[in-house]
Each structure stands twice: as C-alpha cells, then as structure tokens.
C-alpha cells in the first residue's frame, strides 16, 4: 500500500519536474527574443492592432512619440527623430518642448495643456516652422490623449506628418540671424497695420528711409507687397505665435 501510495508521488514529482523543465526554457526563449526586438512605444503593446497601427505609421512616414504627462519622451520611432533634425540618439526623458521651435513653443504648449486638463481629446496643428533644430521642416502635429485609470491622461501620442511637397514658402533664408535690429522693429510695424509716416515718427528715420528698409525685405523673403511680408515672416516662425503685438524673435535678429 506504502508502494502504491508512493506511485502517484513520484509520477507527481516527475511530473511537476517535466512542467517546470518545459516552462523554462520556453520563458527564457520568449525573454531573449524580446530583449532583440526594438522597443515599441507603448501605446501599442498589448494592443490588438498594435502591429497594424505602427505598420500604417511608417508606411505613411510619419513621426510616433509617445509622451508622459509632465511631456518627456518615452518611445518614439526612427522618422520622429528624423523630422526633428536632432543627432542619431535616443530621445527618450527629452523635454518635448526642448524639441519645439521658440516660435511655437508656448502656443503648442498650451494646446498640449488643454489635452493633459480634459479640454480636448486631440488637436491637428499645422505649422510651417516645427522643430528648434530643422527649421525648414513643414508638417502637421497631431496631439492625442490617451486615458488610464480614473480617466486620467496616462499617456500623450504625438504623429507628425511631413508635407509632400516643398515651394518657396518654406524657409527662405537662414533662419539664424536674418535681420538688424531696425528691420526688425520696422516689421513689427508693418505687421500692425503703422503706416509708413508713424513708422518714420516711431523710429525716427525719414520716409524714405523705412521706404528702403521695407524694400530690402521684400526682396529678401521674395514678397510682392507688406501683406505677403507679414504672412510669409509669420509663415517662417520670424514671429512668436499667440502674441500681440507681434513681435520678431532674437534668434532672427542679429546682435
């Protein structure tokens, strides 16, 4: 009976041994093989369509991060570093803003506030002038919220979409140290509406004098007129956005 007893305890025996034999190996291939794979931003993982959504992305060219909610970057692929222009480098825990032109930076900013808060669940914001280290970049920003538990924002997905194509409105000169400081000051007047008699009275030059600074700049950024000025010195990111009056960054001013 002591024998017959003993049977079953030693077929338990061997058989919890063989469950365990085969259950590792099996978990150590499947954890090597995981630590080859690229990572994937997690917006995907554990995601039924994960593959078929990044599949999508990188067909299109688009650049994917994924944000946390103080906007550090923690997964993004190869095009996302590509658009912004920065060094082949992981850009994981950057400060997203880091990464924004001075242009841009607090407008999309508050419209990445308004996702963290509730106030929306996505934007599309298209800009001529995006990154700090590629000016002549021109794309569209999609900004998604993604919720966890509590309905609070777990995490922040960011697909940017390069234009297909390239004209002379993209960036036309070098957008580092364009313009003296009088240009300057002229084109904040231009882009309130000061006509060229105030402009002469504010600045104290002559007539003729803010004549030929207005003319040099329309030469410059190849404008026919001081409207196609103004819209192609903002389309440029010459101008902070969300500001009034307008005002002509220091990057763009020589010292």
Request: hydrophobic share 40%; net charge neutral; proline share 5%.
């Amino acid at each position: 009976a002591a024998g017959t007893a003993g049977t079953p305890n030693a077929a338990g025996t061997a058989t919890d041994g063989a469950s365990s034999a085969a259950a590792g190996p099996a978990a150590g291939t499947v954890s090597s093989s995981a630590a080859a794979e690229e990572p994937r931003p997690a917006l995907v993982d554990g995601s039924e369509y994960g593959d078929v959504f990044l599949s999508i992305v990188d067909r299109t060219g688009a650049g994917l991060a994924v944000l946390d909610p103080r906007l550090r970057v923690q997964e993004h692929n190869a095009a996302f570093r590509e658009h912004c222009g920065e060094p082949p480098s992981d850009l994981r825990d950057r400060e997203f803003s880091d990464l924004l032109h001075p242009s841009v930076r607090q407008h999309l900013l508050r419209r990445f506030g308004r996702l963290l808060n509730g106030g929306n669940a996505r934007f599309v914001e298209h800009s001529a002038v995006l990154w700090a280290a590629r000016a002549s970049f021109t794309g569209t920003l999609t900004g998604a919220a993604v919720l966890g538990d509590g309905d609070r924002v777990k995490t922040v997905v960011v697909v940017v979409t390069p234009d297909d194509t390239a004209d002379e409105r993209r960036v036309l000169v070098s957008p580092n140290k364009m313009m003296a400081q009088i240009d300057a000051r002229i084109l904040e007047g231009v882009a309130t509406g000061a006509s060229t008699v105030q402009l002469a009275t504010k600045l104290y030059l002559s007539r003729q004098g803010i004549e030929y600074h207005v003319s040099g700049m329309l030469r410059r950024f190849r404008a026919p007129n001081r409207a196609a000025l103004v819209s192609k010195a903002y389309s440029m990111g010459v101008f902070g956005v969300g500001s009034w009056p307008p005002k002509v960054l220091p990057e763009f001013i020589q010292n």
